[in-house]
């Protein structure tokens, strides 16, 4: 069997000595949308920043890894360079740090020396006409003052100049308004279109199924209580749209 993919198996985790996963399994493969979806509280989140190596999520079972290589033996700076991008919920704003000068940066720090300032600006303006984002946000400090909708899509150019193996966004779609969730469904999709996006492997967790709407997913996972608990196809996300999560709940006997 191929290791490619990000391969999780048997993911235990624990936040302040309480058990929040009790035992993932679940693979996302290059080039594929994977959506994950659930109540609140039932540990979405928590499988997102097991993964990416935050101190506090203490991982106390199973494995993961990314294309072979174990995700859990890395420190959270090497496993962005194996190839793993988190878009945070609610990013952080940094007053002082101009835009550029952040991206630039964090390239550095995944792929060190690659590029100079000037090939590295031709890039950033080639991904932003990708993504349709106005030059004008080169230069804003990063997040400051922004907007919902332009925190999201400043995520999204952040991962199009990373070009991540795999890409993990956590209720990407939270706050935004319909026209803000459209714009960022398209970046995806730009991204997903691009020569360097074209094998990312998305993993979309998400409680409503809004973003949905605007990126299909290849598979779709429920997941409660700390465990996956039901996986189907993008009609299953078109079914908690009607019916909401208690008719899963009851169909397989988990508990919220």
């Known amino acids: 069997m191929s290791d490619q993919g990000l391969r999780i198996a048997g993911l235990r985790c624990s936040v302040e000595g309480k058990e929040i996963l009790k035992g993932i399994d679940l693979v996302v493969e290059p080039g594929k949308v994977h959506a994950l979806m659930g109540p609140n509280g039932s540990g979405k989140s928590t499988l997102a920043f097991s993964l990416t190596g935050h101190p506090k999520y203490d991982v106390t079972g199973g494995t993961a890894t990314l294309d072979g290589e174990s995700l859990l033996d890395l420190a959270a700076d090497k496993r962005a360079r194996a190839g793993l991008f988190l878009s945070f919920q609610y990013p952080a704003a940094i007053p002082g740090v101009k835009v550029p000068n952040f991206l630039f940066a964090a390239r550095q720090a995944v792929r060190p020396g690659e590029l100079t300032p000037a090939k590295f600006r031709a890039l950033l303006l080639e991904k932003m006409d990708v993504l349709g984002m106005d030059p004008s946000f080169l230069g804003r400090y990063l997040n400051d003052g922004f907007s919902g909708g332009e925190k999201k899509r400043l995520e999204m ?6 070009a991540p193996k795999y890409a993990i966004l956590d209720e990407t779609d939270s706050g935004l308004d319909v026209d803000a ?5 398209e970046s995806v999709k730009a991204l997903r279109a691009s020569d360097e996006g074209k094998n990312t492997g998305f993993l979309i967790i998400t409680h409503y199924p809004r973003i ?16 996956i608990v ?5 009609d299953l996300a078109h079914r908690i749209e009607r019916e909401g999560y208690d008719k899963i709940r009851e169909e397989v006997g988990a508990v919220a």
Do not use: E, F, S, Y
């Open 230 to 234: 039901k996986t189907g196809d993008a």
């Open 181 to 185: 969730l459209k714009d960022v469904g």
């Open 157 to 162: 150019l952040q991962m199009a100049v990373l």
């Open 212 to 227: 949905l709407q605007h990126v299909t997913p290849d598979v779709v996972h429920v997941m409660m209580d700390g465990r």
